[in-house]
Nanobody, 127 residues
Framework: QVQLVESGGGSVQRGGTLRLSCAAS????????MGWFRQAPGKEREGVAT????????FYANSVKGRFTISQDNAKNTVYLQMNSLKPEDTAMYYC????????????????????WGQGTQVTVSS
C-alpha cells in the first residue's frame, strides 16, 4: 500500500522559512515523478514544484521560482520542499503527490495526472 506522509507545515510571518517533507512508502521511488501542490480555500489545486526522481529534473511555478527548492533524499525515500521568503499568498494546504503515467523528463504540474497523494500539511503565512 502506497503511503505519502507530509510534515513540516506551520505558521510563519512574511519572509519566514519552512521545509516540508514527504516520506514515501510502499512505492517505487526511483525514476518517477513526485511533486508538491497547494490549494487555498476557494481556489483550484496548483502545482508548485515537481521533481523527476530519476533524472532530477525539476519544475517550479512562476510564483515560487527563486524562493522554493524541491529536492530528494533517496536513502530516506523522501522529497523536500524548502520554502524561503514566504509570502501571505503562499498560505494554503500543501500536498505531496507521486506516480504519473507516461515518460517525462520534466514532470508536469497537472494534479490530475498523479495517482498517489498525501493528506496535506497546512502552511500559513501572516503579514
Amino acid at each position: 500500500q502506497v503511503q505519502l506522509v507530509e510534515s513540516g507545515g506551520g505558521s510563519v510571518q512574511r519572509g519566514g522559512t519552512l521545509r516540508l517533507s514527504c516520506a514515501a512508502s510502499g512505492y517505487t521511488y526511483s525514476s518517477n515523478c513526485m511533486g508538491w501542490f497547494r490549494q487555498a480555500p476557494g481556489k483550484e489545486r496548483e502545482g508548485v514544484a515537481t521533481i523527476n526522481t530519476g533524472t532530477h529534473s525539476t519544475f517550479y511555478a512562476n510564483s515560487v521560482k527563486g524562493r522554493f527548492t524541491i529536492s530528494q533524499d533517496n536513502a530516506k525515500n523522501t522529497v523536500y520542499l524548502q520554502m524561503n521568503s514566504l509570502k501571505p499568498e503562499d498560505t494554503a494546504m500543501y500536498y505531496c503527490a507521486a506516480d504519473i503515467q507516461g515518460d517525462y523528463d520534466v514532470c508536469p504540474p497537472t494534479f490530475y495526472e498523479y495517482n498517489y497523494w498525501g493528506q496535506g500539511t497546512q502552511v500559513t503565512v501572516s503579514s
